[in-house]
């Protein structure tokens, strides 16, 4: 904790960051009164097009009660977003280990740690975050800032906001290598910024000057282990490490990266609390961050940091003291992946004509054994002659989300392994079973 240098200079930071936030604060909350004159009920096609959670097909296919047998064969199927449902049933052998109580009057107040540069930092659930990666050892948290976000959708606008250069001629380029995570276009290009700009695949990138790289590892849709493909100098790499975790891919050292970015949704798969976290080597672009997060919610909800720090506590509990009642967390998500990926290869084979990425298997330092990849996602190819995938499983009831949002073609769709084990059933069972 180097950063802690001399109380004296912390003091003055301290006074002058009340002060700041303060007047922040005024200003808000007076110009959100405004606004609330005029609600908002606009919401970019763009983002409903491209993030996991917003986009909602909503489809009122009759549901008919369970018991009726042959009904569920006709039902739709919606695994189009990355809902992380599957893990309920994990949270729910917990009981109460994992509830927690908060008073009506308690976690008032905008601030959490006015040390800490992340002022708005649980203490608690930084604690927790540190804990969990020394366990797994899937990330370095030394020397780094950390920065909670609500979710990493909003971390990742926050590093956009702190590495753009502000007084440049032109927008930094951003670019991801395709197939991309389908929110990386939407959300970087949906204020129409004057930093920074979606410029596309970045393999095809051969733009002089600064630019941004996200590093999606292991990748959202087609769940590979990646690296930074362009290869000069002048570009930020942000690593987007939402899936390394022991149920997805094998641990092999503990990621070291400038800025690299982390979630609950696909760690834990508490999704709906909206908490992500950033590990930051870079001073400057850690306040940055903060920054951006004050303008833009001046903080994030303690009720969900709280309630985030109780979810990693159990977790790290139950990987470092195994009872009969508690299986270790990792162990037991990767057994559920392992079967579904083991489900899915065996309903691709009958049926005959999709295919699957294959991957290498690879030793794993936390679970001591070697795997393959088991991403949360399938991307699956459609063989020919089926042109448009996403159209011919829409035939068939299943929702998915077209190759098109990732970068690429028609003839690939990304379909969501996370849904509770009723779904998932459901559509091996049908995928299996579709024949031209
Ligand atoms: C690669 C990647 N990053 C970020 C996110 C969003 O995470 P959060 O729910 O924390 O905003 C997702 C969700 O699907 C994702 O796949
Ligand atoms: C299965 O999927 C349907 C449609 O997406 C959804 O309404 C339903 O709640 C899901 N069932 C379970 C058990 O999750
Ligand atoms: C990157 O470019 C340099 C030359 O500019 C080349 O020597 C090197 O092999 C390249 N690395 C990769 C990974 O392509
Ligand atoms: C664990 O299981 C064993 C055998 O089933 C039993 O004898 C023991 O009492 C259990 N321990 C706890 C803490 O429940
Ligand atoms: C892996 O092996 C190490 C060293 O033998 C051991 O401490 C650890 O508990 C093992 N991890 C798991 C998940 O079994």
Excluded at 57 to 63: E, N, V
Excluded at 111 to 132: A, T, Y
Excluded at 217 to 228: E, L, Q, V
Aim: net charge neutral; proline share 6%; hydrophobic share 40%.
């Amino acid at each position: 904790m180097g950063r802690l240098s001399s109380i004296f200079s912390l003091r003055h930071l301290l006074v002058l960051s009340l002060a700041a936030n303060a007047s922040l604060i005024l200003r808000v909350v007076y110009e959100s009164d405004k606004s609330s004159l005029n609600p908002v009920n606009q919401r970019s096609d763009a983002l409903m097009a491209g993030d996991d959670a917003t986009q909602k097909t909503h489809f009122s296919a009759p549901s008919p009660p369970p018991s009726v047998a042959g009904a569920a064969e006709d039902r739709v199927i919606n695994l189009d977003h990355g809902d992380p449902t599957m893990y309920e049933t994990f949270w729910q052998k917990m009981g109460d280990k994992s509830t927690i109580v908060i008073p009506g009057w308690q976690s008032m107040s905008y601030f959490s740690d006015v040390g800490n540069l992340c002022w708005f930092l649980e203490p608690e659930f930084g604690k927790e975050i540190v804990r969990l990666h020394k366990i797994v050892g899937n990330a370095v948290t030394e020397d780094r800032y950390i920065v909670v976000g609500t979710g990493s959708t909003q971390l990742f606008q926050a590093v956009l906001y702190a590495v753009s250069p502000h007084d440049a001629a032109e927008p930094m380029s951003v670019v991801s290598a395709a197939p991309y995570y389908s929110s990386y276009p939407a959300i970087t290009d949906c204020l129409k910024s004057g930093l920074y700009t979606w410029a596309g695949d970045a393999r095809e990138f051969n733009k002089d000057g600064p630019f941004i790289e996200l590093v999606t590892s292991p990748n959202n849709p087609d769940g590979h282990t990646r690296d930074s493909v362009v290869n000069r100098t002048g570009g930020i790499l942000v690593h987007d490490l939402a899936y390394y975790w022991p149920q997805y891919t094998a641990i092999s050292a503990p990621a070291d990266h400038g800025i690299m970015l982390f979630t609950v949704s696909k760690s834990t798969g508490h999704a709906g609390m909206r908490i992500g976290w950033a590990l930051v080597k870079d001073r400057e672009v850690a306040k940055k961050m903060v920054k951006y997060i004050e303008l833009s919610s001046i903080g994030v909800s303690k009720d969900s940091q709280l309630r985030a720090a109780r979810v990693l506590k159990v977790l790290s509990d139950s990987c470092e003291s195994p009872s009969n009642e508690t299986q270790p967390f990792f162990n037991s998500v990767y057994h559920i992946m392992a079967e579904r990926w083991r489900l899915l290869r065996e309903a691709v084979k009958h049926s005959g004509l999709f295919s699957l990425p294959e991957f290498s298997p690879a030793y794993c330092r936390f679970l001591n054994q070697s795997f393959e990849n088991q991403p949360a996602f399938a991307w699956l190819k459609c063989e020919e002659p089926i042109e448009d995938c996403e159209e011919f499983l829409r035939s068939k009831k299943i929702l998915t989300r077209s190759g098109r949002q990732f970068g690429v073609g028609p003839q690939y769709v990304r379909i969501s392994l996370l849904d509770r084990d009723e779904n998932f059933s459901l559509f091996v069972k049908r995928l299996s079973n579709i024949h031209l």
